[in-house]
């Protein structure tokens, strides 16, 4: 059985997709970019604040799932330059913290305004 995650912190999906699943233990997250909750659009910045962004809008619907940053097994990251990548591990690091997940990093073609996207899998807190 799966359940849909709702959260009011993060932005709702541009498509035909969840935020986020529950199904048993485990949540999926779908990809999210630097887009401000508060008015749909993406923050200007650099690719640090374009981050932060991103990854507090993971933490909303993790949050809002009943989990957190702590519970994150698996992450994808997709960058639009891989010459970003030292100032995204930068980032990274303020959000995740040894032991940490498993992760992805690949360059992509992005929607308009994203230096950055990530999606996840995590845990339900018990």
Do not use: W
């Not at 949540?27 to 508060?38: E, K």
């Not at 010459?83 to 990093?105: I, Q």
């Amino acid at each position: 059985m799966k359940e849909q995650i709702i959260a009011q912190g993060a932005p709702r999906g541009a498509g035909p997709y969840s935020q986020g699943l529950k199904a048993g233990n485990l949540i999926f997250v779908s990809g999210q970019g630097p887009v401000d909750p508060s008015t749909g659009k993406v923050i200007e910045g650099s690719i640090k604040d374009q981050v932060r962004r991103t990854l507090n809008n993971v933490r909303a619907i993790l949050e809002a799932a009943g989990s957190d940053l702590t519970m994150v097994v698996k992450v994808n990251a997709y960058l639009s330059d891989m010459n970003d990548f030292p100032a995204f591990n930068e980032v990274y690091k303020e959000f995740f913290h040894e032991p940490y997940p498993c992760r992805t990093t690949v360059g992509a073609n992005l929607p308009a305004g994203f230096s950055v996207e990530i999606d996840c899998i995590a845990i339900q807190r018990s």
